[in-house]
Structures are given as structure tokens and as C-alpha cells.
């Protein structure tokens, strides 16, 4: 339940003064308890006022009656490190339209080596919402070894440690890996463990895109208990990212993935997941495709492969057996590529104008210099079976083509929450805000509390609304009234105001000086 707090700042008139007041809204507070009838001071960056505002004055004041007043959103998986760095993107509207006042990116193991570099260049720059980061194990190993997938010497581990214990200090929330992906795949666990163990002297979080999905290598159900037993040797809190059962051989096994993990958590082990409400998944034809051995030394050498009659035969009845796990050529949209006539297809589409097979239609592709995809091998029942979970987290995965991008958050709230009634309102806020911030060392944010960090958000649940679709994935989200980031409305009255108020995020990781 809300009380009223106040903070500080009494005038000669006996009153609490503050900046903004969100008056006569539904405050859902982020833990997971109901809406109550409370009102918002906001003074300075942070909350000083929750609960009845009598006795308060305000600079202005907005009636939000009939409306939610919650904690702003946090993502902990955005692509938008890109956006980010970007005079032109950093904005970050299409998060901030969707009520996300805080990202992470950097995952999959592709955050940048210059941590400390890259947060200060936001600073000066300027962004939309607050934004924290990872350093990537994929580019730590690429930065030491290439595209290599030999093992590491104890000299080449060293460099990658002392990588990894640079970015954590630089700022880092700690390390993600990509171990679907080349060059991160090429890493044993033992390696993976050796890294996450730097990280996990500072309190550092493991992020880690699985090293499977589906049933390419190990299964997902050994690549979950892999990530589990990262957990537990290294000692670090893990992360699964976007969980998923990717493809029909794996169909129906989110109950047993549910399982290892609850088993985790019961032995005390921190896993935590995140995930899009989307049944598409999104890479590129590449990953979905090609198996990793033919990436071994980079693009150059995949191009040789294709090239070599002796070792041709091998990679195509390779990808014809990955492009049966992704549910075939039907199942892979192209949603992006330097091939802009090809954008909005199917693969079986552009194979049968081309009167080839798919993977030859892929590889050719792949040649031209590649495209991402929109890969449909997802089912509603094992989304909904994560999503109840109280260890996920809501993440959009955020990338170029993709919907989710512009719509995660407002598609959990319009289609989970109103019309499938999969979970409550406040459920799904606290999965995307308080859970998050917990889980990321996130301090004073995530909660709709006097003494945190002013990142709120208004709206009106019955009217928030992803629109983005597949063939139009970047159309904004709508619904959200307000967005209020550090205590500066950056969406008002529905409409982004150009506010540039996000921060770029240090977290409170112990032992970081």
C-alpha cells in the first residue's frame, strides 16, 4: 500500500513545494501491489511526495484523473547502442513512447570494448532515456582472438580477463554473452566461466543469449543448464535473454525450462530472465542459417566455403537442416539488408521467383551481403507459460525491422494484459520496472517511492496500443500521456517534446571504485 512521504523542502507557509504534482491518478507503485488513489510530487530528479498532496504546493500541476501513474519502464535488452552513440537516434523516441525511461544494451555479447569511452560520449552527447551498459564476451574474444575457434592460451585468457575487469570498472553492469553466435559459440563454458568470474567480484550480472535455442548443438534445455552452471561456478547472477523455445523440436518444453530454473532459484542460484512478447523471433539469415564451423575466420572465409566444391555439399545440407529447425523457408522474412526489393518477403518467396531452392536463395543472399530476418517458430502457449513466470522480465530485443523495437511494451499491456488477460496490470509493471532495476543494481529506480529517482510514466492502460507490425515495423506505440525522465517530461500530452533528460547509467556494483 501507498503512503504518503514527504522530502524536504518546507516553505515559510508550512507547505511542501515541489516542481510537478501528477494529481488524482491510479498509482501502481511497481512491486506488484494494486492501484490506489494517490498523488505524485516530483522535485528536482526525484520523487519526494506519494500519497495525498494536501499541504502541498506546486510549480505545476497535472490532473491525471482516471489515469495510471507507475514507475517508468526498463529494458534490459535493447539494441540501441547504435541509436545511442548517434546525434540523430538518440533520442530514443520509439522507447520513450512506449513508456521505457531506461535501457540496457551492449547484449549478446556485442557490447562495445570502450565502456567508460562510449558512456562519457553519451553525456556529452545527450540522450532520451537513461541508458546502462555490458561488455560483450563475443568482442572481447574477437578483440583478442580474431574469429578463431581454437581455445584461448593461458596468456590470450588473461587479456580477455583483464578486458572484462576494465569494462566492469569503466561502468559495465557486467558481461553478456552471444554463445548462439561466431565468435562467442567458440568459447567452451569453462572459458565462459573464467570471465564471468571477473565480473562476479564486482557484483556484475551475466547476460547471455543461450548457446541454443532450439536444437542446433546442445538443445534448450542443455543450453539453460549450462547458463545454470555459470550461475553457480562463477557466482554471479545470471540472465537469460529474450527466453524463448525457438522451433518446433522444442515446441512445449518451456515447462520443463521453467523447471531447471525454479530448481536453480530454490538452491539459491540468482536467474532471472527476460523476454518479447512477439512469436517471431529476429537474427540474420546468416546465424539462422549457416553453421558456425563455416564463420571460423570470418566473412571472407565463409565466402570460400560457399566457393569450395569440396566443402559446399556439407554447408548446404547444413542449412537445409537448420532452415527445418526455423519451420522453413515460409517461416524467414527478410525485415532489412543492403537488397532493399527483397525487404517484406518470405525466403520461399524470393526462392520460387528465382526457381531455386531455399538455401540457395539463402546463400546468394548471404553473398550479396546479407539480411536480417523475422524467423516465425514461436508458440502462444509457451510465450504465456514464460510471461506468468515472476522471473521474467519484459525485454524487447529491440534491432532494425522488428516491431518489437517499437512496440514490446505497449503489445505486453494492449494484448497480454487487456485482451488476453494472461496477467494483471500490476504484474506486468512490476516486470517491467521494479524487477529490473533489482536485478541490475539499478539504484533508486524502478519504484514509485518518495526518494527515487523521478522516472514516472501516465497513461491510460485501455487505450496503450503497440502499432508496429511486420510490414510497418517502425510506427511509434501510442497511449502513454506522459513520460517524465529524471524529473523532466520528455512526452507530453501523447507527443515526444524533444526532452534529451536521460543519464548514462553507472551501476552500484561492489568493489568498483
Known amino acids: 500500500m501507498i503512503c504518503a512521504v514527504l522530502l524536504g523542502a518546507v516553505g515559510a507557509d508550512g507547505q511542501t513545494h515541489v516542481d510537478l504534482l501528477l494529481r488524482g491518478g491510479q498509482a501502481i507503485d511497481g512491486t506488484g501491489s494494486s492501484a490506489v488513489r494517490a498523488d505524485v510530487g516530483i522535485r528536482g530528479d526525484r520523487i519526494v ?5 494536501k499541504g502541498v504546493a506546486a510549480a505545476r500541476t497535472i490532473d491525471v484523473t482516471g489515469l495510471v501513474v507507475s514507475p517508468g ?9 547504435g541509436d545511442l552513440s ?13 513508456g521505457v525511461t531506461t535501457v540496457i544494451t551492449g547484449n549478446d555479447g556485442q557490447g562495445p570494448i570502450q565502456i567508460g569511452e562510449t558512456l562519457r560520449k553519451w553525456e556529452a552527447q545527450g540522450i532520451g532515456t537513461n541508458a ?19 581455445q584461448p592460451s593461458a596468456e590470450q585468457l588473461i587479456r580477455m580477463k583483464a578486458l572484462v575487469e576494465r569494462g566492469v570498472n569503466e561502468g559495465a553492469e557486467g558481461m553478456s554473452t552471444g554463445l548462439y553466435y561466431a565468435p562467442g559459440s567458440y568459447a567452451k563454458t569453462e572459458e565462459v566461466i573464467e570471465l564471468a568470474k571477473v565480473a562476479a567480484k564486482y557484483g556484475g550480472v551475466y547476460d547471455s543469449h543461450l548457446r541454443d535455442e532450439d536444437s542446433y548443438t546442445i538443445g534448450l534445455q542443455g543450453a539453460i543448464k549450462e547458463a545454470i552452471r555459470i550461475a553457480r561456478e562463477a557466482k554471479i547472477a545470471v540472465n537469460i535473454s529474450h527466453i524463448k523455445a525457438l522451433g518446433p523440436e522444442v515446441w512445449g518444453q518451456s515447462t520443463q525450462v521453467i523447471q531447471l530454473i525454479k530448481d536453480a532459484r530454490a538452491e539459491g542460484l540468482r536467474v532471472t530472465a527476460d523476454q518479447y512478447p512477439y512469436s517471431a523471433s529476429g537474427s540474420s539469415l546468416t546465424a539462422s542459417l549457416v553453421p558456425r564451423w563455416a564463420e571460423v575466420g570470418g566473412n571472407s572465409e565463409l565466402l570460400a566455403r560457399f566457393a569450395d566444391l569440396s566443402v559446399r555439399p556439407r554447408l548446404v545440407s547444413e542449412m537445409e537442416q537448420n532452415l527445418k529447425r526455423r519451420g ?13 526489393p527483397l525487404i517484406g518477403k518470405r525466403l520461399s518467396e524470393i526462392a520460387s521467383a528465382r526457381n531455386e531452392s531455399a538455401v540457395e536463395a539463402a546463400i546468394e543472399i548471404i553473398k550479396a551481403g546479407g539480411a536480417g530476418v523475422a524467423s516465425f517458430n514461436m508458440q502462444d502457449a509457451d510465450i504465456e507459460n514464460f510471461m506468468k513466470q515472476d522471473f521474467v522480465m519484459t525485454g524487447s530485443d529491440g534491432s532494425e525491422g522488428h516491431p518489437r523495437k517499437f512496440g514490446t511494451f505497449s503489445r505486453k499491456l494492449h494484448v497480454y494484459v487487456n485482451e488476453k488477460k494472461t ?15 533489482q536485478t541490475f543494481h539499478l539504484t533508486d529506480r524502478g519504484v514509485l517511492r518518495a526518494g527515487y529517482y523521478a522516472d514516472v510514466i501516465v497513461f491510460n492502460p485501455a487505450t496503450v496500443a503497440d502499432l508496429a507490425t511486420y510490414e510497418k515495423p517502425d510506427v511509434l506505440a501510442t497511449g502513454m500521456k506522459y513520460v517524465i525522465v529524471n524529473g523532466k517530461i520528455a512526452v507530453e500530452d501523447g507527443k515526444y517534446n ?15 571504485p
Not at 49 to 53: A, H, L, M
Not at 498 to 512: F, I, S
Open 49 to 53: 511526495f506519494v500519497g495525498d498532496s
Open 73 to 81: 519502464f526498463i529494458d534490459p535488452h535493447a539494441h540501441v547502442l
Open 86 to 98: 548517434s546525434p540523430e537516434h538518440s533520442a530514443n523516441e520509439c522507447y520513450l513512447m512506449q
Open 132 to 150: 546502462a551498459l555490458y561488455i560483450g564476451q563475443g568482442t572481447v574474444r574477437r578483440e583478442v582472438m580474431g574469429m578463431s575457434d581454437a
Open 328 to 340: 522453413g523457408a515460409e517461416s524467414l522474412l527478410i525485415i532489412s539488408g543492403q537488397d532493399r
Open 423 to 437: 496477467i494483471s496490470l500490476p504484474f506486468a509493471i512490476h516486470s517491467s520496472s521494479a524487477m529490473a532495476a
Open 498 to 512: 524533444d526532452a534529451h533528460a536521460g543519464r548514462a547509467l553507472r551501476p552500484h556494483l561492489t568493489g568498483v
